[in-house]
């Protein structure tokens, strides 16, 4: 059966072993790696994150000390998507006091993971989210490994990875048999 093409301009095959990049889709994984925290004592939802990290990359902004995990896992952090090139990072609203889609809100929370957990998010993920779960072929590590599908749009040129926009590494991960 053939289940498409993961190079067009190359036309190789996706098989059983190709890597597709998930993006955003990581959020869940993340969150679930947050929860085993949760469970296991080591993180409060609802306790201030810069009880557990200082965040220096907001300075002067009180309203750091009230953002938590729920918050950054619910996208009421304040926080933008991503700041503007060369400029700091800005709370836009109270923390809260509504949604608005942030991966800078899970950018300080994966810090806030590896602060408690003493691991790099590859690590701490491998080891209580992919592994035990048996997701043996996925990853927060990017890779430009030949078994990775190329993105594309109508045409048949695969799209160029902007790894620039990937603050927190995406998932890897081989589709289901």
């Known amino acids: 059966m053939e289940l498409g093409l993961k190079n067009a301009q190359k036309q190789d095959l996706i098989d059983g072993e190709t890597i597709f990049e998930a993006a955003s889709l990581s959020k869940p994984v993340f969150t679930y790696g947050i929860l085993k925290l949760v469970e296991n004592g080591k993180l409060d939802l609802d306790k201030p994150l810069a009880e557990y990290l200082c965040y220096a990359d907001i300075k002067n902004d009180e309203r750091i000390n009230a953002i938590t995990a729920r918050m950054v896992l619910t996208h009421t ?24 889609y942030s991966g800078e809100g ?14 790099s998010l590859e690590e701490y ?38 790894e620039k926009y990937l603050k927190m590494r995406p998932l890897q991960c081989t589709p289901i048999p």
């Open 77 to 100: 952090s304040g926080f933008p998507n991503w700041r503007p090139k060369n400029e700091s990072l800005k709370i836009y609203f109270q923390p809260g006091e509504r949604f608005s």
């Open 125 to 162: 993920t491998q080891k209580n989210v992919f592994i035990p779960l048996g997701m043996t072929h996925s990853s927060f590590i990017w890779s430009n490994d030949s078994k990775k599908a190329a993105g594309h749009k109508l045409t048949v040129t695969p799209l160029k990875t902007k």
């Open 106 to 119: 899970f950018l300080y929370l994966q810090k806030v993971v590896e602060h408690i957990s003493g691991l």
